[in-house]
């Protein structure tokens, strides 16, 4: 099964960026999707960003369109995010969760079912200040 670390998280000013990186081991991730979850504890999970490892194709929640960019290293069996022009209401633990899907493309329907299927990161933390 794979294992996946995150990194990268940290205290950030508004506008400022930083890059999540999702680190695998324990498998190839070739045909896994891996998903950005985000959760403020007492508030519900959300979903962030997804992609498929296979063909490269990504899913964003709306709130992150044009602001995130998810990519993958094959060779580095990574993943990263990166945050530009970040907002308070992005402050969260942000977690990678990691899922066999084949080698289908990412869609919106399976980046919701990942967290229900797959393996979980210990997650980042990532603060902005307003």
């Known amino acids: 099964q794979v294992q996946l670390v995150e990194s990268g998280g940290g205290l950030v000013q508004t506008g400022g960026s930083l890059r999540l990186s999702c680190a695998a081991s324990g498998a190839s991730l070739d045909y896994y999707g891996i998903g950005w979850f985000r959760q403020v504890p007492g508030k519900q999970r959300e979903e962030v960003s997804c992609?498929?490892?296979?063909?490269?194709?990504?899913y964003y929640t709306d709130s992150v369109k044009g602001r995130f960019t998810i990519s993958r290293d094959n060779a580095k069996n990574t993943v990263y995010l990166q945050m530009n022009r970040l907002k308070p209401e992005d402050t969260a633990i942000y977690y990678c969760?990691?899922?066999?899907?084949?080698?289908?493309?990412?869609?919106?329907?399976?980046?919701?079912?990942?967290?229900?299927?797959?393996?979980w990161g210990p997650g980042t933390q990532v603060t902005v200040s307003s």
């Open positions: 969760v990691a899922s066999f899907i084949g080698g289908t493309s990412m869609t919106a329907t399976y980046c919701d079912d990942l967290p229900d299927f797959g393996s």
């Open positions: 992609i498929s490892i296979s063909d490269g194709s990504t």
